[in-house]
Antibody, heavy 121, light 106 residues
Framework: EVQLVESGGGLVKPGGSLRLSCAAS????????INWVRQAPGKGLEWVSS????????YYADSVKGRFTISRDNAKNSLYLQMNSLRAEDTAVYYC??????????????WGQGTPVSVSS | SYEVTQTPSVSVSPGQTANITCSGD??????VSWYQQKPGQSPVLVIY???KRSSGIPERFSGSNSGNTATLTISGTQAMDEADYYC?????????FGGGTKLTVL
């Protein structure tokens, strides 16, 4: 069974930093691109970042570019999101989502349960 | 950046057909996926590559994509289908979600 388990969320002050983790199991982690998607309270889904299977390609939404860094450790079946210079508008539940690896156009066939991040003074 | 628009809400009676649309410039040229999200739960993939049902998704869910509009159709809508639905497209290296449609089954 495919499992994605996020951790690392919490309350942080504006300007602060936080590192999210996503532990994967039940599939060959190194064969899939993985993404971070967030959802602010009462709002829709917002794609944040993606990383290719071998970490060769990393992409970011404009809203987080220069502040967030995505990385992965295939030996540990883990995905990370380093979030710096956090703002109130970064408050959201952060999901990791697996790219199916079917075809060139990405879609997400497995999602974690999410970890909440709250940015407030 | 590529923009994708969804109608905020759709209402349907049980047993009727619900159509949820997703609009974007030349949307038919790219694959579209659809996700269902119920309150307090993570999103679930419903449709991928325009019209393929994800594993375990009932046959009453179908998808199409042409021109500037992609459509998720739920035939014989059931109360359990009440949820938020999001379309998702891809523009070069950027993933784009629609704003979501709240489906109410009256």
């Amino acid at each position: 069974e495919v499992q994605l388990v996020e951790s690392g969320g919490g309350l942080v002050k504006p300007g602060g930093s936080l590192r999210l983790s996503c532990a994967a199991s039940g599939f060959t982690f190194s064969r899939h691109s993985i993404n971070w998607v967030r959802q602010a309270p009462g709002k829709g889904l917002e794609w944040v970042s993606s990383i290719s299977s071998s970490s060769s390609y990393k992409y970011y939404a404009d809203s987080v570019k220069g502040r967030f860094t995505i990385s992965r450790d295939n030996a540990k079946n883990s995905l990370y999101l380093q979030m710096n210079s956090l703002r109130a508008e970064d408050t959201a539940v952060y999901y990791c989502a697996r790219d199916s690896a079917v075809g060139a156009s990405p879609f997400f066939d497995s999602w974690g349960q999410g970890t909440p991040v709250s940015v407030s003074s | 950046s590529y923009e994708v628009t969804q109608t905020p809400s759709v209402s349907v009676s049980p047993g009727q057909t619900a159509n949820i649309t997703c609009s974007g410039d030349k949307m038919g040229d790219e694959y579209v996926s659809w996700y269902q999200q119920k309150p307090g739960q993570s999103p679930v993939l419903v449709i991928y590559q325009d019209n393929k049902r994800s594993s375990g998704i009932p046959e009453r869910f179908s998808g199409s994509n042409s021109g500037n509009t992609a459509t998720l159709t739920i035939s014989g809508t059931q109360a359990m289908d009440e949820a938020d639905y999001y379309c998702q497209a891809w523009d070069s290296s950027t993933v784009v979600f629609g704003g979501g449609t709240k489906l109410t089954v009256l």
